[in-house]
Nanobody, 113 residues
Framework: QVQLMESGGDWVQPGGSLRLSCVGTGLFVGDDIMTWHHQAPEKAREWVATLWPGGATIYSPSVQGRFTVSRDEAKNTVYLQLDNLKSEDTGVYYC???????WGQGTQVTVSS
């Protein structure tokens, strides 16, 4: 069964940091294009970052310089490091295996004082 499972979401104050994890089952995150997406309350899901198998990355302008995507192939896990968080970063974060069109269930991040 092909599956992705996110974790790491939490409540954090503005300016804080979190690291989100996305563990793959039935697929190998090192071979596929992996993406992260953000869905703010009452808004459409939006793309945040992409990690290519070769290691190249690209980010949405709204998170460039604050978020970092990486992976640990030994753990079959992709990470999204969120730094200098803002209230507008609040929402559910999803990872996706682009090659298999597999989505995780999402993890909630709340940024507020």
């Amino acid at each position: 069964q092909v599956q992705l499972m996110e974790s790491g979401g939490d409540w954090v104050q503005p300016g804080g940091s979190l690291r989100l994890s996305c563990v793959g089952t039935g697929l190998f995150v090192g071979d596929d294009i992996m993406t992260w997406h953000h869905q703010a309350p009452e808004k459409a899901r939006e793309w945040v970052a992409t990690l290519w198998p070769g290691g190249a990355t690209i980010y949405s302008p709204s998170v460039q310089g604050r978020f970092t995507v990486s992976r640990d192939e030994a753990k079959n896990t992709v990470y999204l490091q969120l730094d200098n968080l803002k209230s507008e970063d609040t929402g559910v974060y999803y990872c996706q295996d682009h090659d298999t069109s597999t989505w995780g269930q999402g993890t909630q991040v709340t940024v507020s004082s």
